[in-house]
Structure formats: structure tokens, C-alpha cells
Antibody
Framework: QVQLVQSGTEVKKPGASVKVSCKASGYTFTSYYMHWVRQAPGQGLEWMGVINPSGGSTGYAQKFQGRVTMTRDTSTTTVYMELSSLRSEDTAVYYC????????????WGQGTLVTVPS | QSVLTQPPSASGTPGQRVTISCSGSSSNIGSNTVHWYQQLPGTAPKLLIYSNNQRPSGVPDRFSGSKSGTSASLAISGLQSEDEADYYCAAWDDSLNGVVFGGGTKLTVL
């Protein structure tokens, strides 16, 4: 069965970086894109970007350009999302979610990783 | 401010039919397919409808989606208490070159 298992809760200081992992299993890792979506407390879903695990190409939301880096490790079927220069507004639950291609629906989601940046 | 516009709230009584709208533009809904997600409290979003009107395996046929021009709708018939959740529409945006979401609609079952 398809599973996306994310790393655990993080508490970071302002200005620091955080790297969240998402380990995929139960399917061919390189056949599906992986998106990162975040949700601030009490707020809606916000798309951050997408990575193609096959070649490693990425696409980021303009809001996060220069601050986010998405990578993958095909040997461990894991994708990573690193966000730098953290501020209190980055406090959110971060989700990975796979899709057939960059514009198709995300059919499986990770359980979410809470990142807290105290103000 | 979300690129796709949804009503912040909707409500209905058990057994009723409710609809949730999602309005966009030519660069997103007007030229790409719409997907709907259901998020129960404290859980990750779950795919409810993909490609405008397709249901993933396991999603009851009480849920249906439609699209016309630059707008889309999610309909839930035979409303049940377990349908109380947040619902989000999403689509690829050709101008932004990324996925855009609606702000979400909180459905209350009275």
C-alpha cells in the first residue's frame, strides 16, 4: 500500500533552517511527482512547490523562491523540503503529497509535520 | 487572499443536498482540471474529486463535482454528520506555474 511517512515535529529559532523528510513506499518512487503543501494554524492550504523524483527537477511557488529547496534521494525513496530564514509566520503543518504529474490531483498525503518558529 | 474563491462556510441538515462553489479564472479553472479535497479536523487532506468530476475508489457517490467555464462546484447529497469537514478546491495555474487552492469551506451539519 502507498505510504508517505514524514519526519517529526520541529521547533526552530527565527533565522534558522528546517529540513523535513517524506519517505515514500508502496509504489514506483520515480513515477510520481511530490508536492509540498503547508497549513498555518487555523488557515487554509498553501502550495509551496513540486519535485519530479525522476530527474530531480523542481518548481517553486514565487512566494518561497530563494528560501525553499526540494531534493530527493532515489536510493532511500525519500524527498526533502528545506526552508531557510525561518520566521514566526512559517509556523505550520507541512505536508508532502504525490501526484501523477505536476498538475494532477494529489492522491496520497503524508501525515504532516508541525514546524514551530516561536516569535 | 486565495487565487480560487470559495465561500468560507456552508451548512445543511442530515439528508439534505449542499453545494460548494469555487471560482477562478482563465489561467486556472478555465484551462485546467479541478480537484476537491476533504479535510477532517486534525487530519491530512484527502482527495475527494479529481479531474472535475471523477471519484477515487472508496469515495461515496454522494459526492459529485462539476465545472463550467471558470467555476466549479462540489455537491454533497444525503448529507451525513461525518461529512462535517473543511473542503478545498485546487487547480494548476498556467500563469503562476503552480497549484492554487481555494480558501476552504467549512461545512457544518446542523
Amino acid at each position: 500500500q502507498v505510504q508517505l511517512v514524514q519526519s517529526g515535529t520541529e521547533v526552530k529559532k527565527p533565522g534558522a533552517s528546517v529540513k523535513v523528510s517524506c519517505k515514500a513506499s508502496g509504489y514506483t518512487f520515480t513515477s510520481y511527482y511530490m508536492h509540498w503543501v503547508r497549513q498555518a494554524p487555523g488557515q487554509g492550504l498553501e502550495w509551496m512547490g513540486v519535485i519530479n523524483p525522476s530527474g530531480g527537477s523542481t518548481g517553486y511557488a514565487q512566494k518561497f523562491q530563494g528560501r525553499v529547496t526540494m531534493t530527493r534521494d532515489t536510493s532511500t525513496t525519500t524527498v526533502y523540503m528545506e526552508l531557510s530564514s525561518l520566521r514566526s509566520e512559517d509556523t505550520a503543518v507541512y505536508y508532502c503529497a504525490r501526484s501523477w504529474d505536476s498538475g494532477s490531483a494529489a492522491d496520497y498525503w503524508g501525515q504532516g509535520t508541525l514546524v514551530t518558529v516561536p516569535s | 487572499q486565495s487565487v480560487l474563491t470559495q465561500p468560507p462556510s456552508a451548512s445543511g441538515t442530515p439528508g439534505q443536498r449542499v453545494t460548494i462553489s469555487c471560482s477562478g479564472s482563465s489561467s486556472n479553472i478555465g484551462s485546467n482540471t479541478v480537484h476537491w479535497y476533504q479535510q477532517l479536523p486534525g487530519t491530512a487532506p484527502k482527495l475527494l474529486i479529481y479531474s472535475n468530476n471523477q471519484r477515487p475508489s472508496g469515495v461515496p457517490d454522494r459526492f459529485s463535482g462539476s465545472k463550467s467555464g471558470t467555476s466549479a462546484s462540489l455537491a454533497i447529497s444525503g448529507l451525513q454528520s461525518e461529512d462535517e469537514a473543511d473542503y478545498y478546491c485546487a487547480a494548476w495555474d498556467d500563469s503562476l506555474n503552480g497549484v492554487v487552492f481555494g480558501g476552504g469551506t467549512k461545512l457544518t451539519v446542523l
